[in-house]
Protein backbone atom coordinates (compact mmCIF):
# COMPACT_ATOMS: atom_id res chain seq x y z
CA UNK A 1 0.00 0.00 0.00
CA UNK A 2 3.12 2.79 0.66
CA UNK A 3 4.55 2.00 -2.61
CA UNK A 4 1.13 2.44 -4.41
CA UNK A 5 0.40 5.66 -2.39
CA UNK A 6 4.17 7.02 -2.66
CA UNK A 7 3.67 6.39 -6.59
CA UNK A 8 0.20 7.95 -6.93
CA UNK A 9 1.73 11.19 -5.25
CA UNK A 10 4.76 11.43 -7.28
CA UNK A 11 2.21 11.25 -10.22
CA UNK A 12 0.19 14.15 -8.64
CA UNK A 13 3.38 15.91 -8.30
CA UNK A 14 4.67 15.79 -11.80
CA UNK A 15 1.27 16.75 -13.29
CA UNK A 16 1.43 20.02 -10.96
CA UNK A 17 -1.93 18.79 -9.02
CA UNK A 18 -2.10 20.02 -5.48
CA UNK A 19 -4.15 17.46 -2.50
CA UNK A 20 -6.81 20.35 -2.63
CA UNK A 21 -7.45 20.44 -6.36
CA UNK A 22 -8.35 16.30 -6.86
CA UNK A 23 -10.20 16.56 -3.93
CA UNK A 24 -12.50 19.01 -5.11
CA UNK A 25 -12.36 17.41 -8.35
CA UNK A 26 -12.87 14.09 -7.36
CA UNK A 27 -14.89 15.14 -4.40
CA UNK A 28 -13.10 13.00 -2.09
CA UNK A 29 -11.92 14.31 1.67
CA UNK A 30 -8.48 15.81 1.08
CA UNK A 31 -7.47 13.71 4.22
CA UNK A 32 -8.17 10.75 2.16
CA UNK A 33 -6.36 11.12 -0.53
CA UNK A 34 -3.56 12.02 1.81
CA UNK A 35 -4.07 8.87 3.76
CA UNK A 36 -4.14 7.09 0.50
CA UNK A 37 -0.87 8.74 -0.35
CA UNK A 38 0.93 8.29 3.13
CA UNK A 39 -0.36 4.35 2.67
CA UNK A 40 -2.66 4.52 5.83
CA UNK A 41 -5.63 2.00 5.17
CA UNK A 42 -6.80 1.93 8.63
CA UNK A 43 -8.23 5.46 7.76
CA UNK A 44 -10.93 3.63 5.22
CA UNK A 45 -14.46 1.82 6.19
CA UNK A 46 -13.23 -1.29 4.47
CA UNK A 47 -10.88 -2.21 2.03
CA UNK A 48 -13.87 -1.95 -1.17
CA UNK A 49 -14.01 1.59 -0.51
CA UNK A 50 -10.09 1.60 -0.21
CA UNK A 51 -10.01 0.33 -3.10
CA UNK A 52 -12.45 2.65 -5.29
CA UNK A 53 -11.00 6.19 -4.57
CA UNK A 54 -7.66 4.38 -5.80
CA UNK A 55 -9.14 3.83 -8.51
CA UNK A 56 -10.58 6.71 -9.29
CA UNK A 57 -7.45 8.68 -8.21
CA UNK A 58 -5.65 6.95 -10.93
CA UNK A 59 -8.05 7.35 -13.37
CA UNK A 60 -7.97 11.13 -12.28
CA UNK A 61 -4.01 10.77 -12.87
CA UNK A 62 -4.13 9.56 -15.92
CA UNK A 63 -2.98 6.00 -15.20
CA UNK A 64 -3.66 2.76 -15.84
CA UNK A 65 -6.21 1.77 -13.37
CA UNK A 66 -5.76 -2.21 -14.06
CA UNK A 67 -2.01 -2.05 -13.44
CA UNK A 68 -2.54 -0.23 -10.13
Known sequence: MKEIGEYLRD???K???SISEASEDLEINASLLEAIEDGNSKAFKDIFELKDMIRSYSKYLGLDVNSI
Do not use: D, F, S
Open 11 to 13: ERR
Open 15 to 17: NGV
